[in-house]
């Protein structure tokens, strides 16, 4: 939210004898403030923090969900490539990121030659003993639990960031997922349609069971005990195989490209202690004048 307060000081006290807070909508949790000062010294100037109410929650929530489709959040920020560079970086420099993607998508290739084989003992075996309903289940308790997380976050406080977040993820997700059925155009195991890789149910599972653990992690210290959903994603997986609606390759395939778009979204919006993200820019200063009701001034804008 962009957030504007214009302060002019007549002579040299210090009282506030004008001030006018203009608030325009964004999707960046950004605020400026303006100075126009004839002074050395300003007084501190705090922002109005009134909670939000019931409708203008209710109304981040509607925002935030819609936001990929209708672009009521400023698109042009989202298509910048910075925080998408950034996300990149805080990506390559996160093991615990980086290691499962590629160990997923590593095994993709190497496991192609063997599908037709991993599938007929998988089905003859059943070694699991995975139903194919408890997995379509468990994905889509976990493809929308953090978009709930984030919209209980947006009604009850107002913050509307994770919402946002979880809503581009989930979407993302999806979207590559479709792309990709349609373009390689597999086969099922069972025959039954030509859109078997990559796993949608899985990459579904695992888009959501990564976002649940990032922002356990955020709220709890750095806890990485949001991982364990990793386990109830790979039931999801082991099901479609089991239940011959996938191969294998289009199960790891699709875990990859779930925790991958994720990882990059979250990485994206929320930066980093290093890097700006969608969420939190750096601290720029710009000088130059300004009028206020006394004359010319020297004003400094900050934007953080």
Wanted: proline share 5%; glycine share 8%.
């Amino acid at each position: 939210m962009a957030l504007t307060r214009t302060v002019r000081l007549r002579g040299i006290t210090s009282d506030e004898v004008a001030q006018s807070v203009p608030v325009g909508a964004g999707t960046t949790a950004s605020r400026e403030l303006q100075w126009a000062v004839s002074t050395v010294s300003a007084p501190e100037v705090r922002p109005d923090r009134s909670a939000m109410t019931m409708h203008a929650r209710i109304h981040g929530v509607l925002c935030a969900s819609a936001m990929t489709v209708t672009g009521c959040a400023a698109l042009e920020e989202h298509t910048a490539a910075r925080p998408w560079e950034h996300a990149w970086e805080q990506f390559t420099e996160q093991p615990a990121q980086w290691v499962p993607v590629a160990a997923t998508a590593v095994a993709t290739p190497l496991l192609l030659p063997f599908d037709h084989q991993n599938t007929l003992e998988s089905n003859e075996d059943q070694f699991f003993n995975t139903h194919e309903s408890t997995g379509t289940a468990w994905a889509l308790g976990l493809g929308f639990a953090p978009v709930a997380w984030g919209a209980v976050d947006a009604v009850s406080n107002g913050d509307t960031r994770f919402l946002e977040v979880s809503s581009e993820a989930i979407a993302l997700t999806l979207a590559s997922t479709q792309m990709l059925k349609m373009a390689v155009n597999r086969p099922r195991p069972d025959h039954t349609s030509q859109d078997s890789f990559p796993s949608g149910h899985t990459s579904f599972a695992f888009a959501g069971a990564t976002l649940l653990a990032r922002r356990w992690a955020d709220t709890h210290d750095g806890s990485a005990l949001g991982y364990v959903l990793y386990l109830p994603a790979a039931y999801v997986g082991v099901s479609r195989l089991e239940g011959e609606r996938h191969w294998l390759s289009d199960i790891t395939f699709g875990a990859a490209l779930g925790m991958f778009v994720s990882h990059l979204v979250y990485d994206a919006h929320y930066g980093d202690a290093e890097r700006d993200g969608l969420f939190r820019r750096g601290v720029h200063a710009e000088f130059g004048p300004a009028l206020t009701d006394d004359g010319a001034a020297f004003g400094v804008t900050l934007s953080f």
